[in-house]
């Protein structure tokens, strides 16, 4: 069961940049040989969830179907390095037509004519889309100009600055 304590890092203001950049995620989740995969993606955070939008033939989606549990990685190099990690559980709705959350991700980093273009071109050619949305179960916000270590590396610093 998913405690507030689990996913409070998700409302650090730091954090919550990185739910709103648009750069993609790195979405990690396991294959149908039961190997891990690890994907740039889009995403879209509504404040509860992430949502990601994919072709309804994409291998995730019946990846995804089979075991939900999933990683997310939302990272900005910096200098300094800052690192929103999350583990939720990925729920596949198809949705006619195109998602709203896959335009609206789009809609970060592309404005204008180029937007408009691009949602032309994306309702010319999805029919159908599936939606995942991940509820996010563990987060971890990790920001190293700040100090705010993984423990093992809080406990290695602490033992070695003596």
Known sequence: MTTVKDVED?????AEQLLHTPD??????????????????GFLWNGTDIVVCTAVTAPKVKALRKRPNV????????PPAKALLVRGV??????DGVAPEYLAA?????HGEELAQFEAN???TYMQMARITIAPT????????????????????????G
């Open 10 to 14: 998700l409302r650090h203001p730091d």
């Open 138 to 161: 563990w987060a971890r916000f990790y920001d190293f100009g700040a100090g705010r270590f993984p423990t093992f590396l809080r406990r290695l610093v602490d033992s070695t600055s």
């Open 24 to 41: 993609p995620a790195r979405l990690a989740y396991n294959g149908p040989d039961g190997f891990p995969r690890v994907i740039p993606i």
């Open 90 to 95: 990925a729920s596949v709705e198809i949705v």
């Open 71 to 78: 990683a997310l990685t939302i990272d900005d190099i910096g």
């Open 106 to 110: 789009a809609a970060k980093s592309t």
């Open 122 to 124: 994306v309702r010319g």
